[in-house]
């Protein structure tokens, strides 16, 4: 994690004294987030949610919910069948000093939450079967590692990214919801 302009670890998450090193994190921006009728089911663990940013292209799908396309340069790595093998990743990759540098092309900021979860191993698998993420078979949407901001912090962060075809329209202003 960084600090803007001020590289920094934190030790622990001020909210609930568990070592980060145990903690994982997830950008979601549709039907997960806070108010959301996948909410309830999937992410009411959640310890902190707050508000997000990241590099994309967020659009509506026809069956009504978002997808968001990330470029693959900004991709940090992929997730696997094994939460806690993909917290540790999370947890000890060392980003890249451009990292939430505007890329190149016609990218946006996309407007989500960032939801930290304590037991990744439980709170994980369900997710990822609701967003039909297999790392052994075929996959609806990917479960990538990128960075987004929060609060002026730059953290690497899960989140599921879809690559929409031409059956999708773009949401340009980067919000859903």
């Given at each position: 994690?960084?600090?803007?302009?001020?590289?920094?670890?934190?030790?622990?998450?001020?909210?609930?004294?568990?070592?980060?090193?145990?903690?994982?994190?997830?950008?979601?921006?549709?039907?997960?987030?806070?108010?959301?009728?996948?909410?309830?089911?999937?992410?009411?663990?959640?310890?902190?949610?707050?508000?997000?940013?990241?590099?994309?292209?967020?659009?509506l799908?026809p069956?009504?919910?978002?997808?968001?396309?990330?470029?693959?340069?900004?991709?940090?790595?992929?997730?696997?069948?094994?939460?806690?093998?993909?917290?540790?990743t999370?947890?000890?990759?060392?980003?890249?000093?451009?990292?939430?540098?505007?890329?190149?092309?016609?990218?946006?900021?996309?407007?989500?939450?960032?939801?930290?979860?304590?037991?990744?191993?439980?709170?994980?698998?369900?997710?990822?079967?609701?967003?039909?993420?297999?790392?052994?078979?075929?996959?609806?949407?990917?479960?990538?590692?990128?960075?987004?901001?929060?609060?002026?912090?730059?953290?690497?962060?899960?989140?599921?990214?879809?690559?929409?075809?031409?059956?999708?329209?773009?949401?340009?202003?980067?919000?859903?919801?």
């Amino acid at each position: 994690m960084m600090r803007k302009n001020n590289p920094q670890s934190e030790i622990n998450n001020p909210q609930s004294g568990i070592p980060n090193q145990q903690l994982l994190r997830l950008f979601v921006y549709g039907t997960l987030k806070k108010g959301f009728w996948n909410f309830d089911r999937f992410c009411t663990r959640a310890i902190n949610i707050e508000p997000a940013i990241t590099w994309g292209r967020l659009y509506l799908l026809p069956a009504g919910f978002p997808a968001l396309e990330v470029l693959e340069a900004s991709i940090l790595g992929t997730g696997t069948a094994d939460p806690l093998a993909d917290t540790r990743t999370q947890n000890t990759i060392v980003l890249p000093e451009n990292a939430m540098t505007r890329p190149e092309g016609d990218w946006d900021l996309v407007h989500g939450e960032l939801m930290t979860f304590a037991n990744p191993g439980f709170d994980l698998p369900p997710i990822d079967r609701l967003e039909a993420f297999d790392p052994n078979g075929r996959c609806v949407y990917e479960r990538v590692l990128v960075t987004a901001e929060t609060n002026d912090l730059i953290r690497p962060v899960w989140l599921y990214h879809y690559n929409p075809g031409h059956n999708a329209e773009w949401i340009t202003s980067g919000k859903w919801g």
